[in-house]
């Protein structure tokens, strides 16, 4: 997952954002996201995770 391509950011747009996964009690999963820099995300046959994804600063580049 590349955030600058999954979320069509402009590029006034802040570059890094940290994501949890939604269900988690403790929001498991704590990564950073950053634009232009492609994550795996593993999921097994059927999964389904739905991930929250909050910007790590206001400003861009």
Same mark, same amino acid.
């Given at each position: 997952?590349? @955030?600058?391509?999954?979320?069509?950011?402009?590029?006034?747009? +802040?570059?890094?954002? @940290?994501?949890?996964?939604?269900?988690? +009690?403790?929001?498991?999963? +704590?990564?950073?996201?950053?634009?232009?820099? +492609?994550?795996?995300?593993?999921?097994?046959?059927?999964? #389904?995770? #739905?991930? #929250? @994804?909050?910007?790590?600063?206001?400003?861009?580049?």
């Amino acid at each position: 997952m590349d @955030a600058q391509t999954a979320f069509e950011l402009p590029m006034s747009a +802040p570059r890094e954002y @940290a994501i949890r996964e939604q269900s988690a +009690p403790n929001g498991e999963l +704590p990564e950073t996201l950053r634009a232009g820099q +492609p994550r795996q995300i593993d999921l097994k046959p059927f999964e #389904v995770r #739905v991930l #929250v @994804a909050e910007p790590l600063s206001r400003s861009g580049r």
